[in-house]
T-cell receptor
């Protein structure tokens, strides 16, 4: 099992450029999440999805869009990148089962994005 | 969403027990207490979770106060590999599907 795979691992963008980050999971999880982590800080939730075809806003959604067309994939888009979006982006997925079950979230290794 | 409060940093010596505290005074009855940790340059990984009773697994133990307003993650014998940022998170099953991280506690382990 690959778990949660993020593509790409590194990217440098110029201000105003657009790009899409791909998150793929092979665990048949319903829930998927996108976070950003700035240096020395905790993770902040950007958007999340509770199932195929659904998305919802997290704590810091502005400047980002997401899509969940297939259950295994969760895409994060930056339409017009800004230097403030320089960060490490993490994707995660989890099972949505009953709370007494193990609903741990599995994280990818991160995408380091620099906007210049 | 209920908030958690953790110390910014803690230190331990190798092979000593470590008790990482978390306050969650506004916890609701349906909030589960989850702990994750993030090793340097890696994504977070799950450690343990619980509702009311103390929990043990191969990585750690979770002690939950009787009033549930606080909890403690216990690493029984710290190793150098346990140096990480530890996050205490409240997850409200099944009323919300968000997984909100705070700032966590940075644990340093000295040889």
């Amino acid at each position: 099992n690959a778990g949660v795979t993020q593509t790409p691992k590194f990217r440098v963008l110029k201000t105003g450029q657009s790009m899409t980050l791909l998150c793929a999971q092979d665990m048949n999880h319903e829930y998927m999440y996108w976070y950003r982590q700035d240096p020395g800080m905790g993770l902040r939730l950007i958007h999340y999805s509770v199932g195929e075809g659904t998305t919802a806003k997290g704590e810091v959604p502005d400047g980002y869009n997401v899509s969940r067309l297939k259950k295994q994939n969760f895409l994060l888009g930056l339409e017009s990148a800004a230097p403030s979006q320089t960060s490490v982006y993490f994707c995660a997925s989890s099972y949505s089962g009953q709370p007494h079950m193990n609903t741990e979230a599995f994280f990818g290794q991160g995408t380091r994005l620099t906007v210049v | 969403d209920a908030k958690t409060t953790q110390p910014n940093s803690m230190e331990s010596n190798e092979e000593e027990p470590v008790h990482l505290p978390c306050n969650h005074s506004t916890i609701s009855g349906t909030d589960y207490i989850h702990w994750y940790r993030q090793l340097p340059s890696q994504g977070p990984e799950y450690v343990i979770h619980g509702l009311t009773s103390n929990v043990n697994n191969r990585m750690a133990s979770l002690a939950i106060a009787e009033d549930r307003k606080s909890s403690t993650l216990i690493l029984h014998r710290a190793t150098l590999r346990d140096a990480a940022v530890y996050y205490c998170i409240l997850r409200d099953h099944p009323n919300t599907d968000k997984l909100i991280f705070g700032t966590g506690t940075r644990l340093q382990v000295f040889p």
